[in-house]
């Protein structure tokens, strides 16, 4: 019943966190999600793709520190419990495992408020400075 309004409400937190932190995205210190034009998505998840796996875990700590709770935002498939039981992989995954460790999920939540999306945001942009 309140699908709408919901998806609404983390939509704004969606596009406020790219908004914000385009010029990081700009300056190449993080990629940004990638937008295609004509959709509206539904703000489910917003993340950033840091240089490296080691900046991205500095940066998961550095917001920790500040009360700010961010993680990774998958473990890849083959390394799950599960994947090294039951699937298989060709190869060394490469691009999986750095992709996993580089990926860096932020807050994002209906009930979130504007204050603490700025507080998320500054503590990325105190991370960068």
Known sequence: EKAATIISKRSKIFFKYYEDLKDLGDKGKIQLPSLQEGTDGNGHIFFIVGPDAEQSQDLIQHLKSKGIHAITHYVALHSSKAGKKFGRASGKMQVTNDMSQRVVRL?????????EVDRVIQGIRDFFS
């Open 107 to 115: 807050p994002l939540f209906y009930s979130m408020q504007e204050e």
